[in-house]
């Protein structure tokens, strides 16, 4: 096993496997890391993206989705010297337009944030307003400071944007998930591909629900990690109770030059909504994965998940260990 193209990150957060415990995937003991309270006008902040970034002390950058007390759904950045700990923003990111024929920022929310070695810039894609519609917004920074909105990738109703970390075959690649205007009772991946990150087309269907806990719909989650066997992924698989929806997250190995080709597909959900602050919040039974660190040299992982549309958590795993789980399957 190898991560290909990723960067050594000895400082990843980190807690080892607590004994006896035989899950992929273990939580951080002192979740949930950022509270809905973070800053004084949030009334929640979760499904948020984190990158290895340097700046003085800091270590780690961030786009964050904040709910505030009028809920409105905003994105805010900040930073962290321990990837556990952030100081966020109070105000929310206004973004220069590169085009002034763009809209003006209405809402946004779910970032995924993406580092590009080849031009050095931190892509942001998000699902946008678009005439209150939501769809992908893409935009970037190289300081979490500036940021600049470029065109959205589609049309509306899209949602579940997700960048992955290098062009395949001289293309940018893209994973959505098109949907509706309301709590989208559907949804299946979808690939685009583009050559200048502006007009995207050559799309692909990747996978449809498949039934248990994601058979209403599924949404890529984290930017997926290129290791030497395929692309590695979370998603998020959502099932349809008596009580509402409710929002787990498993892994996928898709192929390295044609990513929309499945690999592997885990059976059963890797993480789902069983501690009190995954099951209890303003929507209930939500665990939604945005963002993932990688170590290179180790393989760790340390996932970040939006917890009940609430707050904010981690959790950990190992490519070694996710891989070996789908090689059960
Ligand atoms: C989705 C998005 C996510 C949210 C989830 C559960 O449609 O709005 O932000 O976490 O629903 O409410």
Redesign the pocket.
């Known amino acids: 096993m190898a991560v290909i193209g990723g960067i050594s990150l000895p400082n990843i957060p980190w807690q080892d496997r607590p004994e006896g415990n035989n899950d992929v995937i273990w939580r951080y003991d002192n979740n949930p890391i950022i509270k809905r309270n973070a800053i004084p006008t949030s009334n929640s902040v979760?499904?948020s993206a984190v990158v290895p970034f340097q700046k003085g002390d800091y270590k780690f950058a961030g786009v964050f989705?904040v709910d505030d007390k009028a809920r409105n759904m905003n994105l805010h950045a900040g930073f962290s010297k321990d990837g556990i700990n952030f100081d966020i923003n109070p105000n929310r990111i206004e973004f220069n337009k590169d085009n002034p024929a763009l809209q003006d920022f209405q809402y946004g929310?779910?970032p995924r944030v993406v580092y590009f070695a080849e031009d050095g810039k931190f892509y942001i894609t998000w699902c946008n307003a678009y005439g209150y519609k939501p769809t992908i917004g893409v935009g970037w920074t190289t300081d979490f400071v500036d940021f600049t909105m470029t065109e959205n990738a589609f049309l509306p109703f899209n949602?579940n944007g997700v960048l992955f970390p290098r062009k395949i075959d001289g293309k940018y690649v893209m994973l959505s998930r098109p949907s509706d205007w309301g709590?989208?009772p559907f949804g299946d991946i979808f690939i685009s591909q583009s050559k200048d990150l502006k007009y995207w087309g050559e799309h692909r269907h990747v996978m449809s629900p498949k039934g248990g806990w994601e058979s209403t719909k599924i949404g890529a989650g984290p930017i997926p990690i290129e290791t030497d066997r395929g692309w590695l992924m979370f998603y998020h698989g959502v099932l349809t109770s008596c009580n509402g929806?409710v929002?787990s997250f498993g892994a996928v190995l898709l192929d390295i030059n044609e990513p929309w080709k499945v690999l592997k597909r885990g059976n059963e959900y890797l993480l789902s909504p069983q501690e009190t602050y995954e099951q209890i919040g303003d929507?209930q039974n939500?665990t939604?994965p945005c963002a993932n660190l990688v170590d290179a040299d180790t393989g760790k992982i340390a996932i970040y998940y939006?917890c009940a549309?609430t707050c904010t958590s981690l959790c950990f795993t190992t490519v070694e260990a996710v891989l070996e789980f789908l090689d059960k399957e």
């Open positions: 979760f499904n989705r929310y779910d949602r709590h989208t929806y929002y929507v939500v939604f939006g549309d």
